[in-house]
Structure formats: structure tokens, C-alpha cells
């Protein structure tokens, strides 16, 4: 049996998507039900990795940090890097955090540091959650973030809030299909759920048991497209045709070797580039790389093949590197 999934108490803004596709006890992306990349791949993979090894340590990479202590002090709209999916976004006054992932995950460390010790964030208002992946939805630090900021809203994908346990009736919550818009109470700020090409498992036997999806935040005539974790598809195409172009474009453009295991869950800096003129963008900032070493590839070949493609006149828009932790002005 197929069913449609939406939040009947949230508006939808786009006529054509009749809701989220779910079938038995799955989201799927259209009418079949999928798998997930066999074990037996996953362990091959795991012990052939001498030669990506070797090549890692030919091409070494730090991902720069700029350490500011007052960085939520900052005054106007801007945005930050904190690393890998997680950006502070301020605008109108309003302060966002997407997918916080702040800390070492279970057996892969984070290699680089935050540009403020994490007591700092404080006065959040909205947190933004793609999936539940532990390298965007990060227990500890969502935890601790709903400690330190009573007042957060959370706005996430439909029943992901399974995985909030005890703080499920501590906090305030917002769960959405792709195409609804969340409610901010602001006529300045809108923020919506749109599609991703992806999936997602915690455990053994919840694959797909939980949405994932992107974010669009527009305030006043700004547009900001959050792209989550995702494979290249027709949705960015599609997300134009429904919301316009973006001014800026957090692209995801790490984690895609190999290819056979990678490809459908992940994007290349190649095809990241490719779905940011999909959807029209003016500013491309990466995203999804450096922070966490998750796959094969060198871990600056994303940031080298994205110059590459800047400077060969590949790119249609300007592309933005900015630090973990460098404030980059909006609107």
C-alpha cells in the first residue's frame, strides 16, 4: 500500500507533489521500494583501503579556521561556517543552526575545532534538521542545544522526532513533508522543506523509517537554499520551477568515492556545480567536506576540483570558501 505523507497542519506550496511516498513502513523517492548498499559491499570497501590511504597522506588538508568568541555578537544578516552541514544563519534578526554536528562522531574524529567554545550558542531560535544521519543529526549536540536555548523551535522532516526520547515533550517541534512551509510567525522570514535525493538509517532495521529533505529560507526578497545531504536529480530543477533562484546556494561536495557506493547519496563537486545551475544560483558556498574524513577522496580534492572549475569559467556565479567560523554577509 502507498500512502502520501504531509502535515495536514502545515501549507503546501506546490499543487503538483501530492506528499511524501511511503510503503511499508519506508520513504522512497518514487513508487518502488529500495535497499540499502549491501553489508557485504560496505566491508569490501572497508579493507581495500591502502592505495586511498596513500593518497591522503600525499595530499594533506586543513580546513581554516577563524576562532571568534563573539561571533554570535555579530550584528546584520550574515551566515558562518561551524564545519561539515552545520552554518549559523542570521537574518532579521533571527538566529538558525543547520544540522549541528559539532563534535567527534562514534569511531571518526573532527578535524577541526569550533571557533567558540559551544556554551556560546545561546539565543538560537530555529533549528534546521535534514536527516538523521549521526553526521547531520548529532544526539549529544542537539541535546545540549535544547538545554542551552529553551526557546528553540526545531523544523524537521516527517517522524523524525522519534529520535528526540525524553526532550520530544521538552521542546518545541515542527515536522514536514517536502513543499510545506514551517511556521515562523514572521511575514519577514519564511522557511521551507524541500526535496533531497537521499535516505537514511540509524540502526539495523529503521532504513527509511524517517524523512530527509533541504531547507529554503527567504527573508523579505533573500532566498537561501540549504541543500542537506543529497544526490544530484530533477529536484533542483524542480525546486526552481516552484520557489525561483536562490541568491546563495550551501552545496554539499564531499564524501562521493567511491562512486558505486556514494553516487546515489551523495553529490561531486562536479555535479554540486551542476545542481547549482539547476536552481539558478547566484553564490555557491560548499559544504560537506574537510571536517570529517568519510570517504576515499583526498580530503581538499573537493575545494581543488571546485577552483578548477571557477577558473576554467565552469562555475556561472561566485564562488565563496569562507573559513570555519568567518562571518559572510547576506542580504
Given at each position: 500500500m502507498i500512502e502520501y505523507l504531509t502535515n495536514p497542519q502545515l501549507p503546501s506550496i506546490n499543487e503538483d507533489f501530492r506528499g511524501n511516498i511511503f510503503m511499508n513502513g519506508q520513504f522512497e523517492m518514487?513508487?518502488?521500494?529500495?535497499?540499502?548498499?549491501?553489508?557485504?559491499?560496505?566491508?569490501?570497501?572497508?579493507?581495500?583501503?591502502?592505495?586511498?590511504?596513500?593518497?591522503?597522506?600525499?595530499?594533506?588538508?586543513?580546513?581554516?579556521?577563524?576562532?571568534?568568541?563573539?561571533?554570535?555578537?555579530?550584528?546584520?544578516n550574515w551566515l558562518a561556517w561551524l564545519g561539515h552541514s552545520s552554518f549559523l544563519i542570521r537574518l532579521g534578526g533571527k538566529t538558525i543552526i543547520t544540522d549541528p554536528c559539532l563534535t567527534d562522531l562514534p569511531f571518526i574524529k573532527r578535524l577541526v575545532g569550533l571557533p567558540f567554545s559551544f556554551e556560546k550558542l545561546q539565543n538560537i531560535d530555529y533549528l534546521l534538521i535534514s536527516h538523521g544521519h549521526r553526521d547531520h543529526y548529532d544526539q549529544a549536540c542537539i541535546h545540549k542545544l535544547i538545554e542551552q536555548?529553551?526557546?528553540?523551535?526545531?523544523?524537521?522532516?516527517?517522524?523524525?522526532?522519534s529520535l528526540l526520547g525524553k526532550y520530544r515533550s521538552r521542546t518545541s517541534f515542527q515536522e514536514a513533508g517536502w513543499y510545506q512551509q514551517f511556521n515562523t510567525e514572521?511575514?519577514?522570514?519564511?522557511?521551507?522543506?524541500?526535496?533531497a535525493k537521499h535516505w537514511n538509517r540509524r540502526?539495523?532495521?529503521?532504513?527509511?523509517?524517517?524523512?530527509?529533505?533541504?531547507?529554503?529560507?527567504?527573508?523579505?526578497?533573500?532566498k537561501l537554499y540549504f541543500a542537506g545531504d543529497t544526490a544530484y536529480y530533477s529536484h533542483f530543477t524542480e525546486i526552481k520551477k516552484v520557489l525561483g533562484a536562490p541568491d546563495v546556494c550551501l552545496m554539499p561536495v564531499g564524501a562521493y568515492r567511491p562512486a558505486h557506493i556514494m553516487n546515489e547519496a551523495h553529490t561531486s563537486p562536479i555535479e554540486a556545480v551542476r545542481g547549482f545551475h539547476d536552481l539558478g544560483g547566484k553564490t555557491f558556498i560548499p559544504m560537506h567536506y574537510g571536517t570529517y574524513d568519510?570517504?576515499?577522496?583526498?580530503?581538499?580534492?573537493?575545494?581543488?576540483?571546485?577552483?578548477?572549475?571557477?577558473?576554467?569559467?565552469?562555475?556561472?556565479?561566485?564562488?565563496?570558501?569562507?573559513?570555519?567560523?568567518?562571518?559572510?554577509?547576506?542580504?
Open positions: 518514487e513508487a518502488v521500494n529500495t535497499r540499502p548498499v549491501p553489508f557485504f559491499t560496505i566491508l569490501q570497501w572497508q579493507f581495500n583501503k591502502k592505495e586511498v590511504k596513500k593518497a591522503k597522506k600525499a595530499q594533506p588538508y586543513q580546513v581554516p579556521l577563524q576562532k571568534e568568541e563573539h561571533l554570535l555578537d555579530t550584528s546584520g536555548n529553551p526557546a528553540i523551535q526545531l523544523l524537521m522532516p516527517l517522524k523524525i522526532s514572521s511575514s519577514d522570514l519564511s522557511i521551507y522543506f524541500l526535496p540502526g539495523l532495521l529503521d532504513y527509511n523509517r524517517t524523512l530527509w529533505g533541504s531547507f529554503w529560507i527567504q527573508y523579505k526578497d533573500f568519510l570517504a576515499d577522496e583526498p580530503l581538499g580534492e573537493p575545494i581543488a576540483l571546485l577552483t578548477h572549475l571557477q577558473t576554467q569559467g565552469q562555475l556561472n556565479g561566485s564562488l565563496q570558501m569562507p573559513a570555519v567560523g568567518e562571518v559572510f554577509p547576506l542580504a
